[in-house]
Every structure is written in C-alpha cells, then in structure tokens.
C-alpha cells in the first residue's frame, strides 16, 4: 500500500495538529495503514500543552516531496496555506471548515466542508457515522482544538455542532471544559517571551484578495497593551517581511482572549481600505475592534470585501 500524507496548514495552530493526528487514526481505523500524520511548521506553545496533557507526541515535520504522493488534507485547503509541492501531489481527501479558494485538482476526491467551528468537529462527527470508538486521547485532542478555534465558545465561528461535540467528549477525555481550555489557551497567550518574528509567524496566512496579496496575522494575549508596547518594532518587521514576501498589506490581529476583543495593526500601501473595511480610521496604523475574536469570519471577509470592490 502506498503512503498517505496527512496534514494541516502551514503555521499550524490546535486544530491543525489535531486534526492531522485524528484523520489519521480515524484513517488507521478504517483500515489505512500506512496514514500517517504530518505538521507544517512548528508545534507552538498552546498545542504543546494540549499534546502534553494528553500525552502525544507531535507529528513530524514534512521535509518530503509530495510529487504523485497521496495526501489528505486538514483545516485547509487553500495551496497558499498547504506544502510547497501540493500542486504535485494526489489530493484524496479534503476534511476542512474554511472557504474554499484557489483550489484545483486533476483527478476526482472526497471533499468535506462544514461551516462548523472546527475540523475536529467534523472528524467526531466522522467517528460517530462509523460507529468508530473515540479514545480519550483523540476526545482530547478533538476538545483542544474546538477550544483553540472557538475561543472557549466565545468565537462567532462556534456553533452548536461544536458545543455538542465538546459536550460529550469532555467525559470521554475526562476533563472540566472551563478549566482546561482556559490553562490551555493561557498557555498559548503569552507574549513577553516572543520575539517581533515569532508574534508575526505564529499564527500567520496569506490571502489572495483581489489583486492583492494580504499577510494577516492573529496573536492571542490576555494584554493587549503589552503588544503595543512593541509597536515600532512590530510594524518595522512587517515592513521588511513585507517587501520580501511580497505582500501588499500586512495585518496584525491582537486578541484578548478574556474579554474578547481585538486591536489590529496594519502596514501596507492600501492600509486605509483595511480600517474601512471595519469603518474606523486607523490611528497611529492602529484599530481597536470591539467584538472582534475571528479572522475568518470577522477579519478576511471584510478585508476582502473592502479591497475587491
Ligand atoms: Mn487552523
Ligand atoms: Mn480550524
């Protein structure tokens, strides 16, 4: 039998990790076995709590070249956000929650998109079809990462689907929902350790957006002020990553986990058509968005609505 890559975004977050580690037991279960879970990037401090707990060790880093290999996709698919040599590979199976953009395949697939809050909750809902069991560590890593996509609940993105899942996972990896997700997203939520690069690479995606190319990067905090207080810093790596990456804009989105809010910061040429896509002014490159916690729902469409009309 042949190989099976499985994968999520690049810059993985929790459910990125998550998921590629869950498709491929489910795909073990299945009768698969040579499925075998890869990462894109570095494991950051968030998952690095969750797999501790739950005692799983990372996937590897895939250094391979995916020409003609099998690959299944998590949490993405657009091929921006996927391995550099995903044009090449054969695309089997696609277990995503994202729009769909920039996406093309030359033979036929299975393709899974929800417009749930999390792969992971897609994937338990795979298990339940089959009948398969759920081990308390897949139910843990399936919690970790709807808590990491959902803030705690708190995200518009979560939805019921999402809730349920947590619900009845949470006795199968026996754990408090509340205290759990908190520790794990404190976990991820600090930035006096991190450098300018790190705040900007964590958690970071390029979007097409008409025709331009916009770099938005999210960081969570739970003091907001103490990354602002590196703002010159910050905007003058955005600059330089900028020029050579060549993104029209870059935007940072700094989210308060506690209350639920966002400040963003943004450098580019067309930073004005970012703030109105949020109608504000931008303020010393600055915003602050009340309400706002989700990228994908609160930030890229608007952005992109503003810059394509
Ligand atoms: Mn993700
Ligand atoms: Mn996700």
Do not use: W
């Not at 930073?271 to 109608?279: E, W």
């Amino acid at each position: 039998m042949t190989k099976t890559y499985i994968f999520g975004h690049k810059n993985p977050d929790t459910d990125a990790i998550s998921s590629a580690i869950i498709m491929a037991d489910f795909e073990q279960l299945r009768g698969n076995h040579e499925a075998k879970a890869y990462r894109l990037g570095e494991v950051g401090p968030e998952t690095q709590y969750a797999l501790d707990y739950f005692n799983i060790s990372a996937p590897e880093l895939l250094n391979d070249d995916l020409s003609d290999q099998n690959v299944i996709l998590v949490d993405h698919n657009e091929f921006q956000q996927s391995a550099d040599s995903i044009a090449d590979a054969t695309v089997q199976h696609v277990i995503d929650h994202h729009r769909i953009a920039n996406f093309e395949t030359a033979v036929p697939l299975y393709y899974r998109a929800e417009p749930v809050g999390c792969t992971a909750t897609i994937l338990y809902k795979m298990y339940k079809e089959r009948g398969f069991e759920i081990k308390p560590e897949i139910a843990g890593l399936m919690i970790s990462a709807i808590i990491s996509d959902s803030l705690l609940f708190k995200s518009p993105t979560c939805t019921e689907q999402d809730v349920q899942a947590a619900e009845v996972l949470k006795t199968i990896a026996d754990v408090d929902l509340e205290s759990y997700g908190l520790d794990m997203l404190k976990a991820g939520a600090s930035t006096k350790d991190k450098s300018a690069a790190d705040i900007l690479t964590m958690d970071a995606k390029s979007f097409n957006m008409g025709d331009y190319t916009t770099r938005i990067a999210q960081v969570n905090t739970v003091d907001i002020d103490e990354v602002f207080a590196r703002q010159e810093e910050l905007e003058k790596a955005m600059l330089e990553t900028s020029a050579d990456e060549k993104y029209d804009l870059f935007v940072l989105v700094v989210t308060d986990i506690i209350n639920s809010d966002s400040k963003i910061l943004v450098v580019g040429a067309e930073k004005d058509k970012v703030g109105s896509a949020f109608n504000v002014a931008l303020e010393n490159n600055a915003a602050f968005l009340p309400g706002v916690v989700s990228r994908k729902k609160q930030v890229v469409p608007q952005i992109t609505e503003a810059l394509t009309k």
